[in-house]
């Protein structure tokens, strides 16, 4: 499945699953492709998020925002319960639907543009493509314009040869 | 506050992020009750029956994580 995957994305994903285990979630969801996106070295990754002042602290604020919110809209609040930091997972995350959906976005996207790898700029792509779920609402709480910065990463691609 | 421009029906949307994140929270209290039960000297086949799973799926879900956290659990059950 990964053999059209190179280093720099594989070590995306390695991230990915680093920052789902940290978060003590059982499986690596798209949101975990987006916080390790935020930590990678890709030049055309590094500038599309910049722009968008999009770093790793402010994504994982925003995305407990959404949390929050999300329970605040049917009246539940998570300090109404003693429940413990998170806890880190021992295990190694297996993929949820969400992330799962980005790699086959992924491949898509390098296909339709005859990229023969997928590499870590169509991984965020593929992530700022989708269009419900934990990552739009946690880019919108972070003021960022989603579709805006999938087509500054779709121009940056385009430009990089 | 939220800009719902991204999201295709807001109200829709935010029934629907509250599913998910009322799923994580009841999985985060899950694992913070098995804790504390087995901490005050519950096994993991009375933890699995008041649950109302099996005791292979409690174990197999949060034996790991659970032992990892360095807690003492009642173990000659498993």
Do not use: C
Request: hydrophobic share 45%.
């Amino acid at each position: 499945m990964f053999e059209r995957f190179p280093r720099s994305s594989r070590r995306v994903l390695q991230r990915a699953r680093d920052e789902a285990a940290v978060l003590g979630s059982p499986k690596l969801e798209a949101e975990h492709l987006l916080l390790a996106l935020t930590r990678d070295e890709d030049p055309v990754v590094r500038q599309v998020l910049a722009t968008a002042r999009l770093e790793h602290d402010a994504l994982r604020q925003a995305l407990e925002a959404q949390d929050e919110a999300a329970l605040a809209s049917i009246g539940v609040s998570r300090t109404a319960f003693a429940l413990p930091p998170n806890r880190p997972l021992t295990r190694t995350p297996g993929w949820s639907t969400s992330s799962k959906q980005a790699l086959i976005r992924a491949k898509t996207v390098a296909a339709a543009r005859h990229d023969g790898h997928i590499e870590p700029p169509h991984l965020l792509l593929a992530v700022l493509r989708a269009e419900a779920g934990t990552v739009p609402r946690a880019l919108a709480f972070a003021g960022v314009d989603r579709i805006g910065l999938a087509v500054q990463t779709e121009t940056a691609l385009a430009g990089r040869r | 506050m939220m800009k719902t421009e991204t999201a295709p029906i807001p109200e829709l949307a935010d029934g629907l992020a509250a599913v998910v994140a009322l799923r994580r929270l009841a999985d985060d209290l899950e694992l913070a009750e098995v804790e504390r039960a087995l901490q005050e000297g519950w096994t993991w086949s009375q933890v699995a029956e008041a649950l109302d799973v099996t005791r292979q799926a409690v174990h197999k879900k949060y034996a790991r994580r659970i032992d990892a956290l360095g807690t003492t659990t009642r173990r000659h059950d498993v």
